[in-house]
């Protein structure tokens, strides 16, 4: 008898469907048993597309997107996927204060001093200081909008205080820092298609390169999160994240930008320098920004 494919119902030849590549159905795929080993097998398999991913998005800078660009795509676990995952664990790892600042950061002048955490006890001269500053660049525009919020809420609360408002503000705004890192990668997909439009790549190629170092960002921000709990690298904390992350970083990006475009050693360098310093304007500007109004209105 001619045994069909259960998923699209071609012709099996082999053990493998031609048309779909489903496996053969076998009434062992119907057991408990089967969807228990497919589990520990995608958990613990170290050929398993997620830990091979894992693997070459460490210890291999650049081979993730070169493969992908390539048309090579069965081996790994699709950027967005691996990207998702990613995000997942550094959801899950201790923040960093870059993509997630303090409310008192974020506004300026009179609001940053009555959310400050010893707003009572501060001295004169302190207080002077943090009204003197001014917040982050979209601060002068938020900080109005965020006291009309204040004073509309306390209409129906009386008992709400800047401070509390700030604390509020706080215990969200690390969760939505994290959810919204992704708003990075199309900002960086855009300055990699201007300055590699010799290239002539898609858009979307660019973007999957950047999904990818994005990724690798992550992961090592949760290093240095959890390399912070130890106390011999806590004592010189700031200069571990002030030294660290640039000079993994940059490494790394040269050597994947020198992989993925096929460049010249010093062009991946200017390259790799170039994403970080966009890296950081978007984070500086657009990504705060929006964080914050969303840290606000979420919360
Ligand atoms: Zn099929």
């Known amino acids: 008898m001619r045994e069909t494919c259960r998923q699209c119902s071609a012709e099996l030849i082999g053990p493998y469907c031609h048309a779909c590549g489903q496996k ?6 119907r057991r408990l048993g089967h969807l228990m080993s497919q589990f520990f097998e995608a958990l613990t ?3 398993s597309r997620f830990w091979r991913s894992m693997r070459a998005l460490t210890l291999q800078p650049g081979v993730l997107s ?3 660009l390539a048309g090579r795509r069965q081996s790994f676990m699709p950027p967005i996927t691996l990207f998702l995952l990613v995000n997942l664990l550094f959801f899950l790892a201790p923040p960093l204060t870059d993509f997630d600042l303090s409310f008192v950061d974020q506004v300026g002048g009179d609001l940053a001093v009555r959310a400050h955490p010893r707003a009572d006890t501060l001295p004169l001269e302190e207080k002077a200081r943090i009204a003197d500053y001014s917040g982050q660049a979209h601060s002068p525009w938020t900080t109005p909008w965020v006291e009309r ?3 509309q809420m306390r209409a129906d609360d009386p008992a709400l205080t800047v401070r ?3 604390e509020r503000y706080e215990r969200s705004s690390s969760n939505i820092s994290k959810l919204l890192i992704i708003l990075h990668v199309p900002l960086l997909a855009a300055a990699m298609a201007l300055i590699l439009f010799r290239q002539r790549r898609y858009y979307a190629e660019h973007f999957v390169v950047s999904l ?3 990724a690798f960002m992550m992961l090592l921000m949760i290093a240095i999160g959890l390399a912070l709990h130890v106390e011999l690298v806590k004592r010189y904390a700031q200069t571990a994240i002030g030294l660290g992350i640039p000079a993994v970083a940059g490494v790394y990006l040269s050597l994947a930008f020198w992989r993925i475009y096929v ?3 010093w062009e991946a360098v200017f390259v790799a320098l170039v994403w970080l310093v966009a890296l950081m304007q978007i984070n500086v500007y657009p990504y705060r920004a929006i964080q914050f109004v969303l840290a606000n209105v979420l919360m």
Do not use: K, P, T
């Not at 053969?24 to 795929?29: G, I, K, T």
């Open 45 to 47: 398999s170290l050929d």
């Open 212 to 214: 990818h170092m994005m």
């Open 263 to 265: 460049l010249r050693w």
């Open 66 to 68: 070169a493969e992908y």
């Open 24 to 29: 053969r159905f076998v009434d062992a795929d």
């Open 164 to 166: 509390s408002y700030a």
């Open 149 to 151: 919020r204040i004073a």
